[in-house]
């Protein structure tokens, strides 16, 4: 996963997915093997490849398409995120932080407006929404990229000149070496059976 | 539609109707239990409303009319709900809601009920030279009530009456008919005839339904006006009318009807709906309080000082926590709106403070003058109970009676085969 790449903590501390590069497989040249890469060409051989995997019980590996496929998600055996539940609480806690700034203020320093009490719950309601909308917004963008390991700036994959057609005309499965399960010749043979048109190991090169 | 060729047409009715969820046990209610119940609904229901005719001899007149007319203008606002989404689906030729379509039509068809339940109100303020409606009683103020009387007077309330009915009625009875006969024809053009209906149709439904509002829920109180009335009133309907189809589907899955045909994506969606349309409510109402309170015009803001008083801030409060926050956070959470138990169950607690939201805006109306010769104190609180239960009985009787009567799904819909694949992926 993407975490290990760019922040300075070691990586023998971090939880398996998290770790980087395995160095239990080395390519012929001897630069560490990140993941294996499976070509297709065409849409239903991606998807059934992918549920191969998924069935394989595999888990740190991704699938690449040049559009959205509807139903990619179950295909993929990819759980909900939590990110909802996270939004969920730092909006609530913003808007009841939001209200309590304002009536800590209006209670604190206190100033006739218009003849109305000073810590009139009406005028705070506005600013507790939009702090709220606010701190859910920004929650919602920020812990999207944390969860998904961006802003990232390279990877491995950008290695394979093939690659390269996954924004264009190929479908690619991509099995990365930190799965407990990865074995260069059992995944090899897993997506073989899966008809790819190639199937390529990549190094961790920088 | 219209660019499918005849046979393209053809073939695609043919695989609608080879569905396996369009068998015909599946999409037909049992008539003969279904009008039992609705027989068994309508009796409770007139039973409940003879008590309250006889709670107005007993305990008060004007409390016993305001109870009813906070029942009849609930489900004036809950069928008219059901209109609005009926031409928003045509408008914008949803695919998803071609299923549930039907149901929100069935709730849709009990306008004309509504309007001969709404009858005996106006007649009796008529009658009796207002019992709610303070503009008609002759201690009125006299100056606002002559500045006001070339709109606020009998003969125009009830010409107004007749309208608003005859538009609601013309339209529901159009929408109706296109339907009833897409279901026996096929007609892929009836498709486009309801929708051309529903662009003019909408436009006459925002102003009539804006417009009985403030005669009826609004003027009332002669002093008070606000421009967002009729979209307070509006905003109370459609949730209102999902909670009731949710309800509707529930209860036909229940009896292993629709299986297949209304899904946790059509579940999904309506909770969507239902969620989105709470939370409107909730910002207009809000909206509306708000502005009166901080301008802090006597005429205006006497309104809602009588709703803050008397025991009335009781369900101000409730109102706030039940009818906006509480099914806020819950309607939030996915899998309820996917269940369709849940919605169910949220839209049973929507239905009774959509009703708490209306006894809060009608019922204060019967103190406002005298609140302590009036009052006729708890012992008169059942009538509120009695009088609203049994207009949403005998609302629902007829519900029931109609949902029996006709497919549960509109089964030549061409848009139908979207519906059965509609899927979320969110």
Same mark, same amino acid.
């Given at each position: 996963?993407?975490?290990?790449?760019y922040?300075?903590?070691?990586t023998?501390?971090l939880?398996?997915?998290?770790?980087?590069?395995?160095?239990?497989?080395?390519?012929?040249?001897?630069?560490?093997?990140?993941?294996?890469?499976a070509?297709?060409?065409k849409?239903?051989?991606?998807?059934?490849?992918?549920? /191969?995997?998924?069935?394989?019980?595999?888990?740190?590996?991704d699938?690449?398409?040049p559009?959205?496929?509807?139903?990619?998600?179950?295909?993929?055996?990819?759980?909900r995120t939590?990110?909802?539940?996270?939004?969920?609480?730092?909006? *609530?806690?913003?808007?009841?932080?939001?209200y309590?700034?304002?009536?800590w203020?209006s209670?604190?320093?206190?100033?006739?407006?218009?003849?109305?009490?000073?810590?009139?719950?009406?005028?705070?309601?506005?600013?507790?929404?939009?702090?709220g909308?606010?701190?859910? /917004?920004?929650?919602?963008?920020?812990?999207?990229?944390?969860?998904?390991?961006?802003p990232?700036?390279?990877?491995?994959l950008?290695q394979? +000149?093939?690659? *390269?057609?996954?924004?264009?005309?190929?479908?690619?499965?991509y099995?990365?070496?930190?799965?407990?399960?990865?074995?260069? +010749?059992?995944?090899?043979? #897993?997506? +073989?059976?899966?008809?790819?048109?190639?199937?390529? #190991?990549?190094?961790?090169?920088? | 539609?219209?660019?499918?060729?005849?046979?393209?047409?053809?073939?695609?009715?043919?695989?609608?109707?080879e569905?396996?969820?369009?068998?015909?046990?599946?999409i037909?209610?049992?008539?003969?239990?279904?009008?039992k119940?609705?027989?068994?609904?309508?009796?409770?229901?007139?039973?409940?409303?003879?008590?309250?005719?006889? %709670?107005?001899?007993?305990v008060?007149?004007?409390h016993?009319?305001a109870s009813y !007319?906070? @029942?009849?203008y609930?489900?004036?606002?809950?069928?008219l709900?059901?209109m609005?989404?009926?031409?928003?689906?045509?408008?914008?030729r949803?695919?998803?809601?071609?299923?549930?379509?039907?149901?929100?039509?069935?709730?849709?068809m009990?306008?004309?009920?509504?309007?001969v339940?709404?009858?005996?109100?106006?007649?009796?303020?008529? $009658?009796?030279?207002?019992v709610?409606?303070?503009?008609?009683?002759?201690?009125a103020?006299?100056?606002?009530v002559?500045?006001?009387?070339?709109?606020?007077?009998?003969?125009?309330?009830?010409v107004?009456?007749?309208?608003?009915?005859g538009?609601?009625?013309?339209?529901?009875?159009?929408?109706?008919g296109y339907?009833?006969?897409q279901?026996?024809?096929?007609?892929?053009y009836?498709?486009n005839?309801?929708?051309?209906?529903?662009?003019?149709?909408?436009?006459?439904? !925002?102003?009539?339904? $804006?417009f009985?509002?403030?005669?009826?829920l609004?003027?009332?109180?002669y002093?008070f006006?606000?421009t967002?009335?009729?979209?307070?009133?509006?905003a109370?309907?459609?949730?209102?009318?999902?909670?009731?189809?949710?309800?509707?589907?529930?209860l036909?899955?229940?009896?292993?009807?629709?299986?297949?045909?209304?899904?946790?994506?059509?579940?999904?969606?309506?909770?969507?709906l239902?969620?989105?349309?709470t939370?409107?409510?909730?910002?207009?109402?809000?909206?509306? &309080?708000?502005?009166?309170?901080?301008?802090?015009?006597?005429?205006? =803001?006497?309104?809602?000082?009588?709703?803050?008083?008397?025991?009335?801030e009781?369900?101000?409060?409730?109102?706030?926590? @039940?009818?906006?926050?509480i099914?806020?956070?819950?309607l939030?959470?996915r899998?309820v709106?996917?269940?369709?138990?849940?919605?169910?169950i949220?839209?049973?607690?929507?239905?009774?403070?959509?009703?708490?939201?209306?006894?809060?805006?009608?019922?204060?109306?019967? &103190?406002?003058?005298?609140?302590?010769?009036?009052?006729?104190g708890?012992?008169?609180?059942?009538?509120?109970?009695v009088?609203?239960a %049994? =207009?949403?009985? =005998?609302?629902? %009787?007829?519900?029931?009676?109609?949902?029996?009567?006709?497919?549960?799904?509109?089964?030549?819909d061409?848009?139908?085969?979207?519906?059965?694949?509609?899927?979320?992926?969110?």
């Amino acid at each position: 996963m993407a975490l290990a790449d760019y922040l300075p903590i070691p990586t023998s501390k971090l939880p398996a997915p998290l770790r980087g590069p395995s160095t239990k497989f080395v390519l012929e040249d001897g630069t560490p093997v990140h993941g294996m890469l499976a070509q297709y060409s065409k849409t239903p051989d991606l998807v059934h490849a992918v549920e /191969a995997v998924r069935d394989a019980g595999y888990k740190v590996w991704d699938s690449f398409s040049p559009f959205p496929i509807h139903g990619m998600e179950e295909s993929m055996g990819f759980a909900r995120t939590k990110l909802p539940y996270i939004i969920g609480v730092a909006g *609530l806690s913003a808007a009841a932080m939001g209200y309590l700034l304002q009536w800590w203020i209006s209670n604190d320093y206190q100033m006739v407006v218009q003849g109305k009490p000073y810590t009139a719950w009406e005028p705070f309601v506005p600013i507790t929404f939009e702090i709220g909308i606010l701190i859910t /917004a920004f929650t919602t963008l920020l812990g999207m990229f944390a969860f998904n390991g961006l802003p990232r700036h390279h990877h491995p994959l950008y290695q394979s +000149e093939r690659f *390269l057609s996954s924004s264009d005309d190929k479908f690619f499965v991509y099995i990365e070496a930190t799965d407990e399960r990865f074995d260069p +010749e059992a995944t090899r043979k #897993l997506l +073989e059976k899966t008809h790819p048109d190639h199937i390529e #190991l990549i190094g961790q090169r920088d | 539609m219209t660019q499918l060729s005849a046979t393209q047409y053809k073939r695609r009715l043919k695989r609608i109707a080879e569905h396996p969820a369009m068998s015909a046990e599946n999409i037909t209610a049992d008539r003969a239990s279904m009008d039992k119940a609705a027989a068994i609904m309508i009796g409770i229901g007139a039973l409940l409303l003879a008590l309250t005719a006889a %709670g107005a001899v007993i305990v008060n007149g004007r409390h016993a009319l305001a109870s009813y !007319a906070v @029942g009849v203008y609930a489900v004036t606002a809950i069928s008219l709900g059901a209109m609005f989404w009926v031409m928003v689906f045509e408008l914008v030729r949803s695919g998803w809601s071609a299923g549930v379509r039907r149901q929100f039509e069935n709730v849709m068809m009990n306008i004309p009920l509504c309007v001969v339940l709404i009858a005996p109100i106006l007649i009796f303020e008529l $009658a009796a030279g207002g019992v709610l409606f303070h503009w008609m009683m002759g201690d009125a103020d006299e100056y606002l009530v002559n500045k006001k009387s070339a709109y606020l007077n009998p003969a125009f309330l009830a010409v107004r009456f007749l309208l608003y009915g005859g538009i609601w009625i013309l339209l529901a009875m159009k929408l109706w008919g296109y339907s009833m006969a897409q279901d026996q024809t096929g007609d892929r053009y009836l498709v486009n005839k309801a929708r051309f209906t529903s662009s003019w149709g909408m436009l006459l439904f !925002a102003l009539s339904v $804006a417009f009985f509002a403030f005669d009826f829920l609004m003027s009332p109180d002669y002093r008070f006006f606000s421009t967002m009335w009729g979209v307070y009133y509006f905003a109370g309907g459609t949730f209102s009318s999902i909670a009731v189809v949710a309800i509707i589907c529930c209860l036909a899955k229940f009896f292993g009807r629709m299986t297949g045909a209304i899904t946790a994506e059509h579940t999904h969606d309506m909770g969507k709906l239902m969620f989105g349309f709470t939370v409107f409510w909730g910002y207009i109402a809000f909206s509306q &309080y708000f502005l009166i309170w901080y301008s802090n015009i006597p005429e205006e =803001v006497a309104w809602y000082t009588h709703r803050k008083e008397n025991g009335w801030e009781v369900l101000a409060w409730l109102l706030v926590f @039940g009818h906006f926050l509480i099914p806020f956070i819950i309607l939030l959470q996915r899998p309820v709106k996917r269940s369709l138990v849940g919605l169910a169950i949220v839209g049973v607690w929507l239905l009774v403070m959509t009703t708490i939201d209306k006894t809060w805006i009608v019922r204060p109306m019967v &103190y406002i003058r005298d609140f302590a010769q009036n009052d006729p104190g708890p012992a008169g609180w059942w009538l509120d109970v009695v009088a609203a239960a %049994g =207009v949403f009985a =005998v609302w629902g %009787g007829f519900l029931v009676r109609r949902i029996a009567r006709v497919p549960l799904i509109p089964v030549r819909d061409p848009r139908l085969l979207k519906a059965l694949k509609h899927k979320n992926y969110v």
